[in-house]
């Protein structure tokens, strides 16, 4: 049950970013921030860095962009 | 708050209702005026996915060293709990998962009511976020399940992630995405079952 609970609930948790076409930059933000995560987690062990620093480049680049 | 309910009922509700969405849920129903006869089943409804969650949970806390009862057990489970128990359980030691367990949730459900406690006393003062933080606190969900998921070893998974992803892409056009999830998530356990077997 744990990789296919996982993989459901991040893919729900996922849905609005990328739902609809109007919503650029929510999807570039929410793809960079992806990446981001992919690139601190394999240099760090813990979980809080890599979420938390996802989270922090989604907000930046949605501030960022909207307000472009 | 923002329904016209009283400080004190939105503190109690975090108190009892451990569950994030089926507390917003309760309250865009009760705040009009529906009865708790109608509420209460759309919230268990909506929250079938328990179902899945607490037998695969148990299975992984292992049935000989538990002490606490699974009501205890079942209170502090969340989404966000389930995940990072999934994820993490097999690498704590058979005697401490319990308690590991509980300090989880535990934690989850402390966070969970002060900062409710928290953005009652700052209502007035936080109700337009800057977007950095709105849109950032946003994203701490879909990237905590993405870190957990990065934890797993993703190619031996490979099969059941591409196969749920693709169950729950699809359900997520038709269903509600509630139902989206339990029914993917008993498609990617199916399948891998059934590699299993295989």
Known sequence: ???????????????????????????????????VIV????????????TLLGAAVYGALMHWLTAA | MQAGLHPVVVIACSVCVFAGASQFLLITLLAPGASLLA???????????????????????????RRLASPL?????????????????????????????????????LAWVGGTVLGVALTSSFQDPPVLVREGLSFIL??????????????????VILSTALAC???MMFLPAHHALALAMVIGATLNLRRHVA
Do not use: C
Request: net charge positive; hydrophobic share 55%; no cysteine.
């Open chain 2, 73 to 109: 057990l079942a209170f502090g489970l969340t989404d966000e709990v389930f995940a990072a128990a999934m994820s993490q359980l097999e690498r704590i030691a058979p005697t401490q998962k319990e308690r590991w367990y509980l300090g989880l949730q535990l934690g989850a459900y």
């Open chain 2, 39 to 65: 509420a209460i089943p759309t919230v268990l409804f909506m929250n079938a996915r328990h179902l899945f969650y607490g037998p695969a949970l148990l299975a992984r806390l292992g049935h000989s060293d």
């Open chain 2, 142 to 159: 879909p990237a905590l399940f993405f870190v957990l998921l990065l934890e797993l070893d993703l190619r031996r998974h490979r099969s």
């Open chain 1, 39 to 50: 690139v601190v987690k394999r240099r760090t062990r813990g979980l809080a860095a890599p």
């Open chain 2, 169 to 171: 892409i699809v359900l």
């Open chain 1, 1 to 35: 049950m744990g990789p296919a609970a996982l993989t459901a609930l991040l893919l729900v948790s996922l849905w609005p970013f990328f739902r609809g076409v109007s919503h650029a930059p929510r999807l570039l933000s929410a793809a960079v921030a992806l990446i």
